[in-house]
């Protein structure tokens, strides 16, 4: 594999060509076939090649990968894709990988470890990262896992190379073998020609399997094989391809219970539990539930008023700490940035108060008590606080409609929970018919688990639904 750095501006055909800015030799792949612009925003564009060209990318937020056929149809500017450090780009058969440099990658910012619990958790992380074994997280859903896992891969050998992120449950059974160990021309109706596997787009990095308790047991046992052999067979393949990968996994479910009643292959599990580390639910770290709060409070007033005196004007004043600081949390961390942006939109620049947080559980008995309220992105704000489809808009981007609902000031909490308990149910509806009925699909699109799912449908009254 070799390494080619870009120049800081200006324009880079990738192609067979030996003249071409960057010389990509392989039979797929066309003389002149893409061209990066270098931005910034740095993006590909296809330059009409034979074999197409494919940007495998970490959609939004979420944990799984997305692809991407560049200038078919795609969400792109010119007809071309924006693209992240990480990103994989898939000339014909052949793949570039996009990495940063060694001196631009740094630690999160979002980051905040306070408690002696998490400090310990953080502390034994940093030392095992250093090692090539694997490592197995366990913790409550939304305990922050995911970044947790971040933290290890930056601190490992491997920081310089892929972290490839997949989350068991958002991928059916058929799709995630395809996914996971790619295929050959061929090999099923629809496979117009060879993709690699994110596997082997991960070489040299590190692999996040997220919830692996919910990997199917076809699954388990391929998985088990490539760990053993460091080697990926594709489906239809009849050569198996060297790989070099780390792998982290996440669950919330108790593995050796699993294992106890067969849902889990205890081989497996021996594999991927090299080391074993507990986070601790947010519950159980009090002295960080204010710290955190008031980081999600700044960064979704930033987004949401891009002015920097608007920014500042999102403080958490102590009756609001306090309310913050006496909820169980059964979402966690993820519960917590919910509410805590759903705060910053309805307080609409004033300070937050209590009655802005909407704490369901201790206001609304008829409200699940045991897992967290939808994601609620600032950019969603509107949409949530509009009165009616025609309510006119204000400077601030918020519907005149609505403004008795979201002027902080005289907001009714009545008001404001009816408010985004109706954009929660539309919500609902959108993902299942997006999903067509898939209830599994839909609760990894809204980011909230299938048990909320169902419960939510249970409480708003809708109709179960039927996968088409």
Known sequence: MSTRQLPGSGSVVLGRDEDAGLCVPDSSVSRRHAVLHLGPPLRIEDLGSSNGTRVRTRHSSAATERLIDVGKGAP??????????????????????????????????????????????????????????????????????????????RASPRAGRPLLRLSCVALSESLLESELFGHERGAFTGAVRAKPGLLETAEGGTVFLDEIGELPPSIQAKLLRVIEERMVMRVGGLTP???????????????EAEVSRSAFRQDLYFRLNGVTLTIPPLRERPGEVAALAQLFAERTAKELFPSEASAAAAPLPPAALAALQRHSWPGNIRELRNVVERAVILANGAPIGPEHLLLSPLADPTRPSHEPSLPVHPSQAPASAAASPNANVNAKGVPDGAKGVLDGAGASPTRLRDTMEAHERERIVQALEQCMGNQTRAAALLGISRRTLVERIRVYGLPRPRKA
């Open 241 to 255: 391809t060297k790989i070099d990968v780390r792998f982290i996994s996440a669950t919330h479910r108790n593995l």
């Open 76 to 153: 792109a500017r010119d007809g071309a894709v924006e693209l992240s450090p990480g990103d994989v780009i898939y000339l014909g058969a052949a793949r570039v990988i996009l990495r940063q440099k060694d001196g631009e990658r740094g630690a999160r910012k979002d980051v905040i470890v306070k408690d002696d619990a998490m400090r310990a958790v953080y502390e034994l992380a940093e030392r095992v990262a250093k090692g090539p074994i694997n490592i197995l997280l366990l913790g409550e859903t939304g305990a922050g896992k995911e970044v947790l896992a971040e933290s290890i891969h």
